[in-house]
């Protein structure tokens, strides 16, 4: 199931030039072309960066995402200029200028703990000697591309004479990549709450099937009943009650699920878009919504 969720994510994103961030499928049509990835065995591909993009300017449309006002999907980014600085747990190492280090190599961005995202720190042209930083977060999926902040953080000059181009002795490389250590925590645990959510919802779906399936044969066994109703078979009639009742105990226990799963993830569209968390609980029970589809 957790393959079938990679796939539809994918899908969701829309492939040409039109494409925008928000700019999705309809939840059917990307369940079906989903079960035909499974199906094929097609490598998924779940990021924007991979499915949606514009091939001319070598980056996606920008958008306010994990605590930045500013965010881009960068398939190439050497394509635009960027020089690759290392991954934050690369540069804030300890060495003998600094003690200390991160003690991770990434966050996991699901709940299976199959993949993971770290932050990355770029650089652009220096200007006046002066290194210009971008920072944000790998893609899981694909080696390459990376969601990074379109601010551009200037660091100290620096006297090449003195330093020994490893990033991990600048502090300037050190605080970007902090950033973007602090970007990559949030994308991951917004990833893992989002799969919470769609998972809730397959299992909401899962369960109203499993309810009709139990009330046919319920139906089925009572109409049966009907036409032996005269017949003497104590026997058979307590087989018979028995399944019936364990038919109406395992709906009763489905459809209280089912209510438990709705009510943990159900809210009201929030009227102020401004209102960052309400908008958040929001996005996910739409998540949690489009998981009931999927089953």
């Keep these: 199931m957790s393959e ?13 030039e039109s494409y925008n961030i928000g700019d999705y499928r309809p939840a059917a049509e990307s369940l079906a072309l989903a079960r035909q990835d499974v199906a094929n065995g097609r490598e998924v591909y779940s990021t924007p960066a991979a499915n949606g993009r514009r091939e001319d300017s070598g980056h996606g449309v920008p958008f306010s995402a994990y605590g930045e006002s500013r965010v881009a ?26 003690s200390y280090g991160l003690e991770h190599t990434g966050y996991f961005i699901d709940e299976f703990q199959h993949e993971t995202t770290h932050g990355v720190v770029y650089q652009l042209p220096a200007r006046n ?48 990549a902090a950033r973007a250590d602090s970007m990559a925590e949030r994308y991951a645990e917004e990833s893992r709450e989002h799969e919470l959510a769609f998972h809730a919802g397959y299992e909401f779906g899962e369960l109203g099937d499993s309810i009709k399936k139990n009330r046919r044969e319920l139906l089925a066994i009572l109409a049966e009943r009907k036409r032996v109703a005269g017949v003497e078979a104590p026997t058979l009639c307590n087989v018979i009650r028995g399944k ?26 929030p009227v102020d878009s401004s209102n960052e968390y309400a908008a958040n609980q929001w996005h996910l029970f739409e998540i949690f919504q489009e998981g009931t589809s999927c089953y």
Excluded: M
């Design 4 to 16: 079938l969720a990679n796939h539809f994510r994918a899908r969701r994103f829309r492939i040409g």
């Design 73 to 98: 999907w960068f398939e190439r980014p050497e394509s635009v200029g960027l020089r690759f600085v290392g991954k934050s747990h690369d540069i804030i190492k300890s060495n003998y200028a600094y």
């Design 129 to 176: 000697g002066t290194p210009r930083y971008l920072y944000g977060v790998s893609d899981p999926y694909n080696d390459g591309p990376a969601l990074l902040s379109l601010e551009i953080v200037e660091g100290e000059r620096i006297d090449h004479g003195t330093w020994s181009g490893d990033p991990s002795y600048d502090q300037s490389a050190r605080d970007v």
């Design 244 to 269: 019936v009742q364990s038919l109406i105990a395992e709906i009763q226990e489905a459809r209280e699920k089912r209510e438990s799963l709705f009510d943990e993830w159900e809210v009201a569209q």
